[in-house]
C-alpha cells in the first residue's frame, strides 16, 4: 500500500463555521466545498481536514449523526507560547490552558463553534 495523502473527516452541525474557524484562526484553506461539506488544507499541516454536516445522507446510516465529539485535532507549533498570545488576542477563548506534562508536552487547547477541540501542542521531552 502507497498511502499518497491523508484526511482526517468530522461530523459537525455546522460545516461552515468550522471551516471559517480553521481558516482564520489556524491559517487553512477551502480547496473543496459543496453544501454540507468542506475540505481544508496546509501545506505544512500533513493532512487535510474535512467537515461533514451531521445528517448527510451520503454518510453510511449508522454514522450520519454522530458527531464529532471527544476527538481532539492536535498540531504540534514551533512558538507554542505566542500562538497563545495570538490566539488570546484574537478573542479565542482558552478552554484548556497551557499545561506541561512529564513526558515533555506541553499543550493549550481551544474549541471550534461545532464543539471540536483543536489543541496546540510542543515536545520538550525525549523522544525516542
Avoid: C, Y
Avoid at 53 to 59: A, D, F, H, P, S
Avoid at 60 to 71: L, S
Avoid at 101 to 123: K, S
Amino acid at each position: 500500500m502507497k498511502i499518497t495523502s491523508s484526511a482526517v473527516s468530522l461530523n459537525v452541525d455546522d460545516v461552515s463555521a468550522a471551516s471559517a474557524f480553521l481558516t482564520k484562526h489556524f491559517g487553512f484553506t477551502e480547496e473543496m466545498a459543496a453544501p454540507g461539506f468542506a475540505s481544508l488544507t496546509r501545506e505544512d499541516a500533513g493532512m487535510n481536514v474535512v467537515f461533514l454536516r451531521r445528517g448527510l445522507e451520503t454518510l453510511p446510516e449508522d454514522q450520519r449523526n454522530d458527531h464529532a465529539g471527544g476527538i481532539i485535532l492536535a498540531f504540534v507549533v514551533e512558538d507554542l507560547e505566542g500562538e497563545l498570545a495570538r490566539l488570546q488576542a484574537e478573542g479565542v477563548p482558552i478552554t484548556m490552558p497551557l499545561t506541561a506534562e512529564e513526558w515533555g508536552e506541553r499543550a493549550f487547547q481551544v474549541r471550534d463553534p461545532n464543539g471540536v477541540i483543536v489543541q496546540l501542542v510542543d515536545w520538550n521531552g525525549p523522544r525516542s
